[in-house]
């Protein structure tokens, strides 16, 4: 089943990669962009609820989705970059096992536990 989790993810990454492509901006800009979400661990400098809470908003792929939505109405290629990146960068954590985080521990997350035991 990982597998399968995992596959599926790889063809979202793929396809963000391709929404990316159809996008007027310079190709090294979505290897650049793609780790921006990651700032949303700050949270955790205050707790691991406050962590998990912000991590996990912004790593959630319905607000990607709804992000890249608003710049397709809102005729504005940003917005829409923005949306992109979103939705890559959780494809691409989830590809790599590393899920929404649970309130109790950074290393606790919906696809299971981060590292060794």
Same mark, same amino acid.
């Given at each position: 089943?990982?597998?399968? =989790?995992?596959?599926?993810?790889?063809?979202?990454?793929?396809?963000?990669?391709?929404?990316?492509?159809?996008?007027?901006?310079?190709?090294?800009?979505?290897?650049?962009?793609?780790?921006?979400?990651?700032?949303?661990?700050?949270?955790?400098?205050?707790?691991?609820?406050?962590?998990?809470?912000?991590?996990? =908003?912004?790593?959630?792929? *319905?607000?990607?989705?709804?992000?890249?939505?608003?710049?397709?109405?809102?005729?504005?290629?940003? =917005?829409?970059?923005?949306? =992109?990146?979103?939705?890559?960068?959780?494809?691409?954590?989830?590809?790599? *096992?590393?899920?929404?985080?649970?309130?109790?521990?950074?290393?606790?997350?919906?696809?299971?536990?981060? *590292?060794?035991?």
């Amino acid at each position: 089943m990982k597998s399968l =989790i995992k596959l599926e993810e790889l063809a979202m990454f793929l396809f963000a990669g391709l929404l990316f492509w159809y996008t007027d901006f310079v190709w090294w800009l979505f290897p650049a962009l793609l780790l921006v979400p990651d700032v949303s661990m700050v949270g955790y400098a205050m707790n691991n609820k406050m962590g998990a809470y912000l991590y996990n =908003i912004v790593h959630h792929k *319905g607000l990607a989705l709804l992000i890249y939505s608003m710049g397709i109405f809102m005729k504005s290629p940003t =917005i829409e970059l923005v949306g =992109i990146i979103l939705f890559a960068h959780s494809s691409m954590d989830r590809l790599f *096992g590393f899920g929404l985080k649970h309130i109790n521990s950074f290393r606790h997350t919906h696809l299971g536990k981060i *590292g060794g035991s």
